[in-house]
């Protein structure tokens, strides 16, 4: 279980997140979403350390995550980026491996879980381990980000626009096959999107971010059917109108 | 032609001694600048403050010329020798390859440094969040992502560095490092062209084979080539080989060093004595184109065991003597001091003098009615003068004013090659020239009688440091050069180097003055 407790972080005058109270439940998925600017992906930081905090705290499993180093919380939690992150000067293989390396395993056991991640990523191993990121196609590169950072086996993975950047049908086959590694490994996830239609397709719950602060936190079904402001309506319009405008085109003529 | 081709087969015999010093002089200071300027750019990297002071330094020391930064290196490292010495009882030579090492070694820095920051500040945002993502420490973070991705950014600094370099080593010679350069500045001395331009080419080739070898390294680094690398390290390790393999062979025993100044008769001079130990089975180095000052500290520290000085120069330089009691009076007494207060040997003088005189175009001396200098103080103010790159900051230049109260309109310096021409060109009315030069005589030039006796004697001496003194062997081949030499000898021996045809080199008018001081009766300019 991950608390998040008063949790605030500003940056001279301006507060990027506002005092966040939230608790995400072990195996959940919970979505962060919101506008850009709105602090969820530093909300997303603060969980790994990535940034400290300037109030509040992070407890993972009760134990405040200032009492463990920040490097060796880093090694515990998958962390998988928007823009990607894969080193250019290393293989998919050294990539997908190079947490292990930091821990100090033999080469043969990396080796050996390197090939085990790349096919639970969907990426034949024969074919990805030894190319550079540079000869990948944006989908493929992701899930060479999403097999490095669960390597190490982490129990919590966080996840930063992780699908943004690629084209619609990659993004949803990514998508839906990241959530059964998920279900599959028992993962706990909180991933961050703008996307309100992938937040509502992805989460068991929504926390909807504004200004640094949470305006709602929901499973889905409760966003759309009693938003708690008209905030919340507006967010949810956006998906419903593409919902509703898609299903015409089903029924209506042709 | 044929003459050009004997020089260039004259050249290629030094090749290899000149190379492999070059070959070792440019790598040792680039392990070095790249040794110092890599740690020195991770640290400023980041922080604004360091950065601008790494850079700033780095930037001066760019904009000192390379020749001054190399001959600066001398008298500090000579100052530190005799503090080490004092101190810990270790001295080290301050000649040579320290200081030419230590000057190329910061000249290295400034794209070494400059490059490596630029490459670590290039590196893409996103590789180094990552880097922090996936829980590297500061350390990992540098060595596994940062460097790595700099690598291009920062070879290319240091293929720089290594073309100014190989470039500039060419300025060790005047410090008294083999090098290159040695073609260059004996060619320019003795107008041997072939000889300036093998050195240019030489050191270009090196240069640029260096530089594309570096290239390659380069894109392999860009597109991770591994094999690029490869072919590159064995290239630059084959070039590396190749450039040591004849300086390996040749050190198994130190050999005999003859120092030389810069200037014809001093590279006659040290040929002569290469060649009488050389037949006393000597094996022997000559450093040339030293300067007078250093040349001298040299000798005293043992970094040479050979050369010829003049008395005038060591009884005014180094014995601050300013009385004028008359040349064997002065031979005597410098005989004396050296060996007394540096324990060098003087062997004896060779038989004439290179004395600083005083010349005019004899049809222009006798229209303005000037036969001494003393004649000339009366009308210099209207005269121009030219002199050599020492005369007018030296003590015989001072003695002379002082005599005579002599002040030109203008005073020139020119390299000695051209203080003929400039005199004979009419572009300066008087120079000043040396008693032993041929020229004198080729040129028409009248010499002003010194009736104040202003200047010293300059007996030609043959000085040897502190250690060879004791080799009886080695004294007793050079014994047979005492007063073997007369002025009008040395005169035409100098004018065959330095005449506009039919040059000869150094090395065949001293085989020619060996074979008339063995006896065989053969004349120089017979050979």
Same mark, same amino acid.
């Given at each position: 279980?991950?608390?998040?407790?008063?949790?605030? +972080?500003?940056?001279?005058?301006?507060?990027? %997140?506002?005092?966040?109270?939230?608790?995400?439940?072990?195996?959940?998925?919970?979505?962060?979403?919101?506008?850009?600017?709105?602090? +969820?992906?530093?909300?997303?930081?603060?969980?790994? $350390?990535?940034?400290?905090?300037?109030?509040?705290?992070?407890?993972?499993?009760?134990?405040?995550?200032?009492?463990?180093?920040?490097?060796?919380?880093? $090694?515990?939690?998958?962390?998988?980026?928007?823009?990607?992150?894969?080193?250019?000067?290393?293989?998919?293989?050294?990539?997908?491996?190079?947490?292990? +390396?930091?821990?100090?395993?033999?080469?043969?056991?990396?080796?050996?879980?390197?090939?085990?991640?790349?096919?639970?990523?969907?990426?034949?191993?024969?074919?990805?381990?030894?190319?550079?990121?540079?000869?990948?196609?944006?989908?493929?590169?992701?899930?060479?980000?999403?097999?490095?950072?669960?390597?190490?086996?982490?129990?919590?993975?966080?996840?930063?626009?992780?699908?943004?950047?690629?084209?619609?049908?990659? $993004?949803?086959?990514?998508?839906?096959?990241?959530?059964?590694?998920?279900?599959?490994?028992?993962?706990?996830?909180?991933? %961050?999107?703008?996307?309100?239609?992938?937040?509502?397709?992805?989460?068991?719950?929504?926390?909807?971010?504004?200004?640094?602060?949470?305006?709602?936190?929901?499973?889905?079904?409760?966003?759309?059917?009693?938003?708690?402001?008209?905030?919340?309506?507006?967010?949810?319009?956006?998906? +419903?109108?593409?919902?509703?405008?898609?299903?015409?085109?089903?029924?209506?003529?042709? | 032609?044929?003459?050009?081709?004997?020089?260039?087969?004259?050249?290629?015999?030094?090749?290899?001694?000149?190379?492999?010093?070059?070959?070792?002089?440019?790598?040792?200071?680039?392990?070095?600048?790249? &040794?110092?300027?890599?740690?020195?750019?991770? @640290?400023?990297?980041?922080?604004?403050?360091?950065?601008?002071?790494?850079?700033?330094?780095?930037?001066?020391?760019?904009?000192?010329?390379?020749?001054?930064?190399?001959?600066?290196?001398?008298?500090?490292?000579?100052?530190?020798?005799?503090?080490?010495?004092?101190?810990?009882?270790?001295?080290?030579?301050?000649?040579?390859?320290?200081?030419?090492?230590?000057?190329?070694?910061?000249?290295?820095?400034?794209?070494?440094?400059?490059?490596?920051? !630029?490459?670590?500040?290039? #590196?893409?945002?996103?590789?180094?969040?990552?880097?922090?993502? #996936?829980?590297?420490?500061?350390?990992?973070?540098?060595?596994?992502?940062?460097?790595?991705?700099?690598?291009?950014?920062?070879? !290319?600094?240091?293929?720089?560095?290594?073309?100014?370099?190989?470039?500039?080593?060419?300025?060790?010679?005047?410090?008294?490092?083999?090098?290159?350069?040695?073609?260059?500045?004996? /060619?320019?001395?003795?107008?041997?062209?072939?000889?300036?331009?093998?050195?240019?080419?030489?050191?270009?080739?090196? !240069?640029?084979?260096?530089?594309?070898?570096?290239?390659?390294?380069?894109?392999?680094?860009?597109?991770?080539?591994?094999?690029?690398?490869?072919?590159?390290?064995? /290239?630059?390790?084959?070039?590396?080989?190749? /450039?040591?393999?004849?300086?390996?062979?040749?050190?198994?025993?130190?050999?005999? #060093?003859? /120092?030389?100044?810069?200037?014809?008769?001093?590279?006659?001079?040290?040929?002569?004595?290469?060649?009488?130990?050389?037949?006393?089975?000597?094996?022997?180095?000559?450093?040339? =184109?030293?300067?007078?000052?250093?040349?001298?500290?040299?000798?005293?520290?043992?970094?040479?065991?050979?050369?010829?000085?003049?008395? *005038?120069?060591?009884?005014?330089?180094?014995?601050?003597?300013?009385?004028?009691?008359?040349?064997?009076?002065?031979?005597?007494?410098? &005989?004396?001091?050296?060996?007394?207060?540096?324990?060098?040997?003087?062997?004896?003088?060779?038989?004439?003098?290179?004395?600083?005189?005083?010349?005019?175009?004899?049809?222009?001396?006798?229209?303005?009615? @000037?036969?001494?200098?003393?004649?000339?103080?009366?009308?210099?103010?209207?005269?121009?003068?030219?002199?050599?790159?020492?005369?007018?900051?030296?003590?015989?230049?001072?003695?002379?004013?002082?005599?005579?109260?002599?002040?030109?309109?203008?005073?020139?310096?020119?390299?000695?090659?051209?203080?003929?021409?400039?005199?004979?060109? *009419?572009?300066?009315?008087?120079?000043?020239?040396?008693?032993?030069? *041929?020229?004198?005589?080729?040129?028409?030039?009248?010499?002003?009688?010194?009736?104040?006796?202003?200047?010293?004697?300059?007996?030609?001496?043959?000085? #040897?440091?502190?250690?060879?003194?004791?080799?009886?062997?080695?004294?007793?081949?050079?014994?047979?050069?005492?007063?073997?030499?007369?002025?009008?000898?040395?005169?035409?021996?100098?004018?065959?180097?330095?005449?506009?045809?039919?040059?000869?080199?150094?090395?065949?008018?001293?085989?020619?003055?060996?074979?008339? @001081?063995? =006896?065989?009766?053969?004349?120089?300019?017979?050979?």
């Amino acid at each position: 279980m991950i608390e998040l407790c008063d949790l605030a +972080k500003t940056y001279g005058p301006v507060a990027a %997140v506002d005092g966040i109270n939230l608790q995400i439940g072990t195996g959940e998925f919970l979505v962060l979403a919101g506008q850009s600017g709105s602090g +969820k992906t530093t909300t997303l930081s603060l969980i790994n $350390r990535l940034v400290e905090p300037s109030r509040g705290a992070v407890l993972i499993d009760g134990v405040d995550t200032r009492e463990t180093d920040a490097v060796v919380l880093r $090694r515990q939690i998958g962390f998988v980026f928007q823009d990607i992150g894969l080193f250019p000067h290393m293989t998919v293989a050294e990539n997908v491996g190079i947490t292990l +390396k930091l821990a100090g395993r033999t080469r043969a056991g990396i080796a050996v879980r390197v090939e085990e991640m790349l096919t639970l990523v969907r990426l034949a191993p024969e074919r990805y381990r030894d190319v550079f990121p540079a000869a990948l196609s944006g989908g493929q590169r992701q899930r060479v980000g999403v097999a490095r950072a669960l390597a190490a086996s982490p129990r919590v993975m966080l996840m930063d626009e992780p699908f943004g950047a690629l084209d619609p049908p990659t $993004r949803d086959e990514l998508a839906a096959d990241y959530r059964r590694i998920h279900e599959r490994l028992g993962l706990t996830t909180v991933l %961050v999107t703008h996307d309100m239609t992938e937040a509502m397709l992805l989460g068991d719950r929504i926390a909807l971010m504004r200004e640094g602060r949470l305006v709602q936190v929901g499973s889905p079904r409760e966003l759309i059917t009693s938003p708690a402001d008209d905030f919340v309506r507006a967010m949810m319009e956006s998906p +419903k109108r593409r919902a509703r405008a898609l299903a015409e085109l089903q029924a209506g003529p042709a | 032609m044929s003459a050009d081709a004997g020089a260039v087969s004259a050249a290629f015999s030094h090749l290899g001694d000149y190379l492999g010093w070059h070959v070792l002089l440019s790598l040792s200071a680039m392990l070095i600048g790249v &040794t110092v300027s890599l740690p020195l750019a991770v @640290i400023c990297t980041g922080s604004r403050l360091l950065r601008g002071a790494a850079l700033g330094f780095a930037g001066i020391i760019q904009t000192i010329p390379s020749l001054a930064l190399l001959a600066l290196f001398y008298p500090l490292l000579l100052g530190l020798s005799a503090f080490t010495r004092a101190t810990f009882g270790i001295g080290f030579r301050a000649l040579g390859f320290l200081p030419a090492l230590a000057a190329l070694a910061l000249y290295s820095m400034l794209p070494v440094l400059r490059n490596t920051i !630029a490459g670590l500040e290039g #590196v893409d945002p996103a590789a180094k969040r990552a880097a922090q993502g #996936v829980g590297m420490t500061r350390r990992q973070m540098l060595l596994l992502v940062e460097l790595p991705l700099a690598a291009p950014v920062i070879l !290319a600094g240091i293929r720089i560095a290594a073309v100014w370099v190989i470039g500039t080593a060419t300025l060790s010679t005047p410090v008294g490092q083999t090098s290159l350069g040695n073609y260059i500045f004996a /060619g320019l001395q003795t107008e041997n062209w072939v000889f300036v331009l093998f050195g240019c080419v030489a050191a270009a080739i090196l !240069a640029l084979v260096v530089d594309r070898f570096l290239a390659l390294a380069e894109a392999g680094l860009v597109r991770r080539s591994r094999p690029r690398i490869a072919v590159a390290a064995l /290239g630059l390790a084959v070039v590396f080989a190749a /450039g040591l393999l004849p300086l390996a062979a040749g050190v198994e025993r130190r050999p005999v #060093v003859i /120092g030389t100044k810069n200037f014809e008769e001093q590279y006659i001079l040290g040929a002569l004595i290469e060649d009488r130990l050389r037949a006393a089975g000597y094996s022997a180095v000559r450093r040339d =184109g030293l300067g007078s000052t250093v040349i001298f500290d040299a000798l005293a520290a043992g970094e040479i065991d050979v050369y010829v000085d003049y008395s *005038g120069t060591v009884w005014a330089d180094d014995m601050k003597r300013r009385d004028r009691p008359g040349r064997e009076t002065v031979l005597a007494q410098m &005989t004396e001091w050296l060996r007394r207060t540096h324990g060098i040997r003087c062997i004896g003088p060779l038989g004439f003098e290179n004395a600083y005189a005083f010349a005019m175009r004899s049809d222009r001396a006798a229209a303005l009615h @000037i036969h001494s200098l003393a004649d000339l103080a009366a009308q210099a103010p209207r005269l121009r003068i030219g002199g050599d790159y020492e005369i007018f900051t030296r003590p015989e230049w001072r003695a002379v004013e002082r005599a005579y109260g002599v002040r030109f309109e203008t005073e020139r310096q020119y390299q000695s090659n051209f203080l003929y021409r400039a005199v004979a060109s *009419g572009d300066v009315d008087v120079i000043s020239a040396y008693s032993s030069d *041929g020229r004198i005589a080729q040129y028409g030039l009248k010499v002003l009688a010194d009736p104040r006796g202003a200047l010293p004697p300059y007996d030609a001496v043959l000085l #040897v440091s502190p250690a060879r003194a004791r080799d009886a062997n080695f004294i007793a081949a050079l014994k047979p050069l005492v007063r073997a030499i007369d002025l009008a000898r040395m005169q035409r021996a100098n004018l065959m180097a330095d005449r506009e045809t039919s040059k000869r080199s150094p090395e065949e008018i001293a085989a020619g003055l060996d074979a008339y @001081i063995a =006896g065989r009766g053969l004349q120089p300019e017979q050979k």
